[in-house]
C-alpha cells in the first residue's frame, strides 16, 4: 500500500490527539455507556458531514479527511478549554474512532462501521 504524504500527517496528527485525549478518556468511553453512545452519534454525525458535505470526498483518503475535521474544530476553539466529556471532546473521540476504522478504508455511511466497544 503507498502511503502519501498526507495520510501519513493526518495519521500522525490522529494519534497526537488521541494522546491528548488520553488514557483517561478512553478508559471512560470503555465504561461509560451514555460517553460511548454520544460519541457513537458524533461519529454519525461527522459521518455524514463528511459524506454529504464535502465535494469529492471519494477522491480523499478517509483518515485525511478527518484529521482535517478535527484540525478545523480545534482552530474554531483555539482557546477553548477541552475535556473528553465536553461536546468537543466528545466530537474528537469520535473523529479519533472514525480514523482507526477507516484508516485503509474510504470513508463510508455505513452504520456498522465504528466497533462496539467490550
Known sequence: MRVTWREKNARQWI???SERIGVAGWAA??????LAAEVDQ?????????LLGVE????????????????GLLEDAA???WSPASWLGVRLM???QLAQVHDVK?????????PELT
Request: hydrophobic residues 55%.
Open 79 to 81: 482557546d477553548a478549554e
Open 15 to 17: 494519534s497526537e490527539l
Open 29 to 34: 468511553l470503555a465504561v461509560t455507556p451514555a
Open 94 to 96: 469520535a473523529v479519533c
Open 56 to 71: 469529492g470526498v471519494g477522491a480523499v483518503g478517509a483518515v485525511v479527511l478527518l484529521a482535517a475535521y478535527g484540525r
Open 106 to 114: 474510504p470513508l463510508t455511511d455505513d452504520v456498522y462501521a465504528l
Open 42 to 50: 458524533h461519529g454519525a454525525a461527522v459521518r455524514d458531514i463528511l
